[in-house]
T-cell receptor, first 114, second 110 residues
């Protein structure tokens, strides 16, 4: 298993600003993922964070809006850029240790954009 | 596209009643995983099913994988208030990604 921490746990931001969310894992992991979850909805994958290369983004998400860094095997950041109220959501990072196997999630970041 | 269908969206039960959520796919699933998300929490892995017809139990929870590996179910016997939350199924893929169902929210009626 893996223990994951996220910072900040919540934030209230003004439109037009940017917020960087940090995800720290207690062990080296192969894959890290960033999700967005609207209240009462399922999880939507934003991107897969690859160590040593650019993140792989899902349809509807672009690097300019959601730049991701993965400097090593235990840490990643997601930036939500030029925020609008539509970006208000919960952002979750997760890790996968082995292929075909389960993911472990951080506690999430609750973002409100005014 | 890649989809795992999950029903129902919500289920209201009296405490002590049973609860079931279903997932199905038009294509054969490699595996099926189940997660629980408590209100205000994050998804937590419950179990993975891999084999055709597989049945696994965790106390009052019973997980089944269909013979054709196109459907799965989670059944909770005699629900308790601690069971409240949203239950998600997800298929694990070879690229480490998960394909998520929409989730079923279990609500215990007072």
């Amino acid at each position: 298993s893996a223990v994951i921490s996220q910072k900040p746990s919540r934030d209230i931001c003004q439109r037009g600003t940017s917020l960087t969310i940090q995800c720290q894992v207690d062990s080296q992991v192969t894959m890290m993922f960033w999700y967005r979850q609207q209240p009462g909805q399922s999880l939507t994958l934003i991107a897969t964070a690859n160590q040593g290369s650019e993140a792989t983004y899902e349809s509807g998400f672009v690097i300019d809006k959601f730049p991701i860094s993965r400097p090593n095997l235990t840490f990643s950041t997601l930036t939500v850029s030029n925020m609008s109220p539509e970006d208000s959501s919960i952002y979750l990072c997760s890790v996968a240790v082995r292929v075909w196997n389960e993911q472990f999630f951080g506690p999430g970041t609750r973002l409100t954009v005014l | 596209g890649q989809q795992v269908m999950q029903i129902p969206q919500y289920q209201h039960v009296q405490e002590g009643e049973d609860f079931t959520t279903y997932c199905n796919s038009s294509t054969t699933l490699s595996n099926i995983q189940w997660y629980k998300q408590r209100p205000g929490g994050h998804p937590v892995f419950l179990i993975q099913l891999v084999k055709s017809g597989e049945v696994k139990k965790q106390k009052r929870l019973t997980f089944q994988f269909g013979e054709a590996k196109k459907n799965s179910s989670l059944h909770i016997t005699a629900t308790q208030t601690t069971d409240v939350g949203t239950y998600f199924c997800a298929e694990g893929r070879s690229n480490y990604q998960l394909i998520w169902g929409a989730g079923t929210k279990l609500i215990i009626k007072p």
